[in-house]
């Protein structure tokens, strides 16, 4: 009897577990107690692994891909997430409607940086490219980490086609934010910034760098001039 899809790819991907990788996995993204990722339980697959089995499964059904989401193990929530950005890309205008909303509804389940980062850009970003972008100021101001930092990194598509103004924007409204997760993406972003237009970014660290917090700015002055880093740091 031929396995239906999703009980197939959920085989594969027990194949590719490994105990010691998961040890590892489940430390580096802070699993423990009182920690961003409790709870989370890992299989110890490596990211290049699991993109290796989206084109077998790229025609799994959203609903399939719902269940998947909904998984506590968090490589298949993982995979969910990189078939979702396969379909998107590969998808009728219909269809990314469609995964853009599944998307939406689905942040609780979206629930950590390495998922946030692969998908955010690649659905909401696009998605939005053209059209209102309210929601992501709706997300920023959430109380869920995770939909904060989707808020930011949905705009590094926007980023990359030289629109920098709700980047800035978000940025600005995140100054004041207490998790560290957020001050690296906030930094992160105002650095790929910087890469296409440091008068942008320095015009926005000229007004805000006394107010940022001291790892934001670290991350948003990473590939400045020694002299740059030092002024900027000085002002902190």
């Known amino acids: 009897m031929v396995k239906p899809m999703l009980q197939e790819l959920r085989s594969d991907l027990r194949k590719l577990a490994s105990p010691r990788k998961a040890k590892i996995l489940q430390r580096f993204f802070k699993t423990g107690p009182g920690e961003y990722g409790a709870g989370d339980v890992f299989w110890g697959i490596t990211s290049a692994k699991s ?50 909303r599944l998307y939406l509804k689905s942040t609780p389940y979206i629930n950590n940086w390495d998922l946030v980062d692969l998908s955010a850009p690649k659905i909401v970003g696009v998605y939005l490219f053209d059209k209102p972008r309210a929601i992501l100021y709706k997300l920023v101001k959430s109380s869920n980490l995770w939909e904060r930092r989707l808020a930011v990194l949905a705009t590094f598509y926007f980023i990359r086609q030289g629109q920098y103004a709700d980047t800035l924007k978000l940025a600005q409204l995140l100054l004041k934010d207490k998790h560290d ?4 993406a906030v930094g992160w972003m105002l650095r790929e ?24 700015l670290r991350y948003a002055i990473e590939k400045l001039s020694p002299q740059q ?3 900027y740091l000085s002002i902190r």
């Open 181 to 184: 997760l957020m001050h690296k």
């Open 193 to 216: 910034v910087g890469k296409r237009s440091l008068k942008t970014e320095v015009a926005f660290l000229d007004k805000y760098a006394s107010q940022m917090p001291r790892t934001m």
């Open 229 to 231: 880093r030092s002024h």
């Open 51 to 100: 993109r290796s089995l989206v084109r077998k499964y790229k025609d799994l059904s959203l609903t399939e891909i719902k269940q998947l989401l909904r998984s506590k193990i968090h490589e298949e929530r993982q995979m969910a997430l990189l078939i979702l950005v396969y379909q998107y890309e590969h998808g009728s205008l219909p269809e990314q409607e469609r995964i853009y």
